[in-house]
Each structure stands twice: as structure tokens, then as C-alpha cells.
């Protein structure tokens, strides 16, 4: 419970134009996989939904969805490999990779389609990894001095995996922690070193 606390926490933490990005991303890609669900068979495409939310909010370009779309699908794979990659390169400093891995991913999968798309990110995510941990292997045994430890290569997949898998659903998190955050209580400040030296401050602490 203590780690699922500590994921939310690390995931809500960004810069506020990130926030922004994030939420986009998050309400997209949410809105993507519950189309999926709700319509297996015929599961709304994500440049689809797009240009669904584009026209709720007025923004009707004259099919452009539907212009990009046939753009993307003359296109490779590739870019849902490539959004792999991104997702295997997000760390709890950086989270922007595991974004435009969810934008590449969601842009693969308009010629692959849904499952497809996420199977291939998944696996281009997976063996990104099992490969730095077999030259972290080798490398412990072979080099006298190395900076590629099995455990951390482990501990880092392990957590790019997490921050990309909670992108969905970061705008409801974001959403209930703003919600939530007023009935909170927070505990005291703690004073800086600098300040204890100050003439009363030491008195009002231990009080």
C-alpha cells in the first residue's frame, strides 16, 4: 500500500505545464481504452477519439481525424516500438518519455489497431530491459568496473513500467487529489537551520 502511495505521489509530481500535457494525454488515452471495452469488435481508433473530443469542445477542422489517420496508416509499426522505447526510458525525474510513448503507441495503433499496438510497446518495453540486464550480466563478469548493475537495471524497468501504465489514469488522480487535498491534515513546516538561530524561534518550536 505504502509503494502504491508513494507511485500516485511521484506521478502527480510535475511541473505545471506538464500537468497540462499529462491530463490531455491521460483524458485521451483513457478514453481510447474504455472504447476498446466498451466496443471490442469495433473499438473507437485513437485518432478517432480525437477528433470525438475535438468536435464536443467545437473544434471541428473538416476532418482532419480522418486525414491524419489515413496519413498514419501508410506508416510502419514502428512508432508503437518507438513508444516502447519511450515508455522503458521514464524515470520518476523525468516522465515526459512515458507521454509521447502513450502518443506514439496510440499513433501505431491507427494501422496495427489496439491490441496489436500495445502487445508490440509492451514487448519493445520488456526486451529493452532483459537486454540491459544480460549486458549488465555480462559486463559484472567480464569488466573489472562497471556502472550496470543487474538489480538497478531490474529496479528501473520496474518503475518506467509503472509511471507509463498509470498515464491513463493520471487526469482522475489529479482530479481527486484536488478534490481531496482541502480536508487533508498536513503537519507543521519544519523550521530551517538558518532560522532556529533566530531570536525566539528555538522557544515557539519546543512549545
Given at each position: 500500500m505504502r509503494g502504491l502511495r508513494r507511485l500516485v505521489l511521484v506521478a502527480l509530481d510535475r511541473p505545471r505545464w506538464q500537468q497540462v500535457v499529462a491530463c490531455c494525454v491521460s483524458l485521451w488515452a483513457l478514453a481510447w481504452i474504455v472504447g476498446q471495452f466498451v466496443a471490442p469488435e469495433h473499438g473507437p481508433s485513437a485518432l478517432g477519439v480525437l477528433g470525438e473530443l475535438a468536435a464536443r469542445f467545437g473544434l471541428t477542422g473538416g476532418g482532419w481525424a480522418q486525414r491524419v489517420a489515413e496519413t498514419w496508416q501508410h506508416s510502419g509499426g514502428g512508432l508503437a516500438i518507438f513508444g516502447g522505447l519511450l515508455w522503458a526510458a521514464t524515470t520518476e525525474r523525468g516522465q515526459l518519455p512515458a507521454l509521447l510513448g502513450w502518443v506514439a503507441v496510440m499513433l501505431g495503433a491507427e494501422r496495427l489497431g489496439y491490441r496489436p499496438a500495445m502487445l508490440v510497446a509492451v514487448a519493445s518495453m520488456v526486451g529493452f530491459v532483459v537486454l540491459l540486464w544480460i549486458t549488465a550480466q555480462i559486463s559484472r563478469r567480464f569488466l573489472e568496473r562497471t556502472t550496470l548493475f543487474p538489480s538497478d537495471v531490474v529496479r528501473a524497468g520496474v518503475t518506467a513500467a509503472a509511471l507509463a501504465a498509470v498515464v491513463p489514469l493520471y487526469a482522475?488522480?489529479?482530479?481527486?487529489?484536488?478534490?481531496?487535498?482541502?480536508?487533508?491534515?498536513?503537519?507543521?513546516?519544519p523550521v530551517p537551520a538558518q532560522r532556529r538561530e533566530e531570536p525566539g524561534v528555538a522557544e515557539r518550536e519546543n512549545t
Open positions: 482522475p488522480m489529479l482530479f481527486l487529489s484536488r478534490l481531496g487535498s482541502p480536508y487533508l491534515t498536513k503537519g507543521p513546516r
